[in-house]
């Protein structure tokens, strides 16, 4: 097997350091702030508009995560003189590998139970099943990708009036793939919390822009076709939003410029809606074309090189402070200790991201100094 040299693209690890920082944000929002819950979408008649702009937030992270995660499939093939089967095998172990770090270390880390009371499938286990599913889709040639890709994202919500019972037959996949449910998972309760069809699409339409990332594209050429793709994917969301006929949920009724933002805002996440992934994607696309013009930042890129590293790390570490802040200050009537303000939540994920920031940076020169091996699982 031929092995050509490797490269890494700063934008791409920027864009996912940024995105990983918002996350971060929002599961201080989920260990800190959860006596304030919100739904998916949200309601505009009780959220309170700080609330409501720190939950969008994180809206970024999944999608564009997704997508990052197919272009770099594409470029982690650009190693081998015959990509598609060494891109192939690599997606199926480390999808494998995700979906088992989801089941342990990482429920492990969100409820300090074991054994489980019950199992939450979650983003790594969508991103799992997503590596999965792009080891076989990948084989299509590359204007299929974009067709299936897109009929993906675009046309799931045509299944959307699709239920199956909990009993009947094909519950536990169809849950699994579009329709948030419990069901039993190796004799243990679980949660599909991301429903991973429209995810597949994302993950290949990642992979299929791939190759805008090969040593013979001109920079000015990608940026153009960054901004073409960014910009249209934003028209088509207004011009969908603004119809309300498809894509998502219809807009609710609100009041004032402010309501009215909050309701062209407020998507669907679970699973992630056509319009959804027209405004994290559409609007990363276009971050990606200027943060190649922007000077590099090591700040946010040594994020982005050990994302893995950074989801377990900061998980533990905050579910440590969490149980800290409860023991120091005493919990309320429900048992858990909360922020009082929004602001708080913003604050702890800046000290957080700052306490993080050594470990992360020292095991990025490490992943440097010795690519490849298990080190490239994290």
């Given at each position: 097997?031929?092995?050509?040299?490797?490269?890494?693209?700063d934008?791409?690890d920027?864009?996912?350091?940024?995105?990983m920082?918002?996350m971060?944000?929002?599961h201080?929002?989920?260990f800190?702030?959860?006596?304030r819950?919100?739904g998916?979408?949200?309601d505009?008649?009780s959220v309170?508009?700080?609330?409501?702009?720190?939950?969008?937030?994180?809206h970024?992270?999944?999608p564009?995560f997704v997508?990052?995660?197919g272009?770099?499939a594409?470029?982690?093939?650009q190693?081998?003189a015959?990509p598609?089967?060494?891109?192939?095998?690599?997606?199926l172990?480390?999808?494998?590998?995700?979906?088992?770090?989801?089941l342990?270390?990482?429920?492990?880390?969100?409820?300090f139970?074991f054994?489980?009371?019950m199992?939450?499938?979650?983003?790594?286990w969508?991103i799992?099943?997503s590596?999965?599913?792009?080891?076989?889709?990948?084989?299509?040639?590359?204007?299929?990708?974009?067709?299936?890709g897109?009929a993906?994202?675009?046309?799931?919500?045509?299944?959307d009036?699709v239920h199956?019972?909990?009993?009947?037959?094909?519950q536990v996949?169809?849950?699994i793939?579009h329709?948030r449910?419990?069901?039993?998972?190796l004799?243990v309760p679980?949660?599909?919390?991301y429903?991973?069809l429209?995810?597949f699409?994302v993950?290949l339409?990642?992979y299929?822009a791939?190759?805008l990332?090969?040593?013979?594209v001109a920079?000015a050429?990608?940026?153009?076709w960054?901004?073409?793709?960014?910009?249209g994917a934003?028209l088509?969301?207004?011009?969908?939003?603004?119809?309300n006929v498809?894509?998502?949920?219809?807009?609710?009724a609100?009041e004032?410029l402010?309501?009215?933002t909050?309701?062209?805002?407020?998507?669907?996440k679970?699973?992630?809606?056509?319009?959804?992934?027209?405004?994290t994607?559409?609007s990363?696309?276009?971050?990606l074309?200027?943060?190649?013009r922007?000077p590099?930042s090591?700040?946010?890129?040594?994020?982005g090189?050990?994302p893995?590293?950074f989801?377990?790390?900061?998980l533990y570490?905050l579910?440590?402070?969490y149980?800290?802040?409860?023991h120091l200050?005493?919990?309320?009537?429900?048992?858990?200790?909360?922020?009082?303000?929004v602001?708080?939540?913003w604050?702890?994920a800046?000290?957080v991201l700052l306490?993080?920031?050594l470990?992360?940076?020292?095991?990025?020169a490490y992943?440097?100094r010795?690519?490849?091996?298990w080190?490239?699982?994290?």
């Amino acid at each position: 097997m031929v092995r050509l040299p490797a490269q890494r693209i700063d934008a791409i690890d920027t864009l996912r350091g940024m995105v990983m920082a918002l996350m971060l944000v929002d599961h201080v929002r989920e260990f800190f702030y959860l006596h304030r819950q919100v739904g998916d979408p949200m309601d505009l008649a009780s959220v309170d508009p700080a609330l409501f702009f720190t939950r969008l937030a994180s809206h970024w992270c999944a999608p564009i995560f997704v997508f990052l995660t197919g272009v770099g499939a594409w470029c982690y093939g650009q190693k081998f003189a015959d990509p598609r089967p060494a891109i192939s095998r690599y997606l199926l172990k480390r999808g494998l590998f995700l979906v088992v770090l989801e089941l342990t270390v990482i429920n492990f880390a969100w409820t300090f139970v074991f054994p489980p009371k019950m199992l939450y499938l979650q983003v790594i286990w969508a991103i799992g099943l997503s590596m999965l599913a792009l080891a076989v889709l990948l084989w299509l040639p590359r204007g299929w990708q974009f067709v299936v890709g897109i009929a993906i994202v675009a046309g799931h919500h045509l299944l959307d009036a699709v239920h199956v019972a909990p009993g009947e037959a094909g519950q536990v996949l169809w849950a699994i793939l579009h329709d948030r449910a419990v069901i039993d998972f190796l004799g243990v309760p679980a949660r599909t919390s991301y429903p991973v069809l429209p995810w597949f699409g994302v993950i290949l339409l990642g992979y299929a822009a791939g190759p805008l990332y090969a040593r013979t594209v001109a920079p000015a050429w990608r940026a153009r076709w960054l901004i073409a793709s960014g910009g249209g994917a934003l028209l088509l969301f207004l011009s969908l939003r603004w119809l309300n006929v498809y894509g998502d949920h219809p807009r609710q009724a609100a009041e004032g410029l402010l309501g009215q933002t909050m309701s062209w805002l407020n998507l669907t996440k679970y699973p992630p809606s056509l319009l959804f992934v027209l405004l994290t994607v559409g609007s990363g696309l276009l971050l990606l074309a200027a943060l190649e013009r922007w000077p590099r930042s090591r700040f946010w890129s040594d994020f982005g090189r050990v994302p893995m590293f950074f989801y377990v790390l900061h998980l533990y570490l905050l579910h440590g402070l969490y149980l800290l802040c409860r023991h120091l200050f005493g919990a309320g009537q429900d048992g858990r200790y909360a922020f009082d303000h929004v602001a708080q939540i913003w604050l702890m994920a800046a000290l957080v991201l700052l306490a993080i920031y050594l470990p992360c940076r020292s095991f990025a020169a490490y992943k440097r100094r010795h690519p490849g091996g298990w080190r490239s699982y994290f």
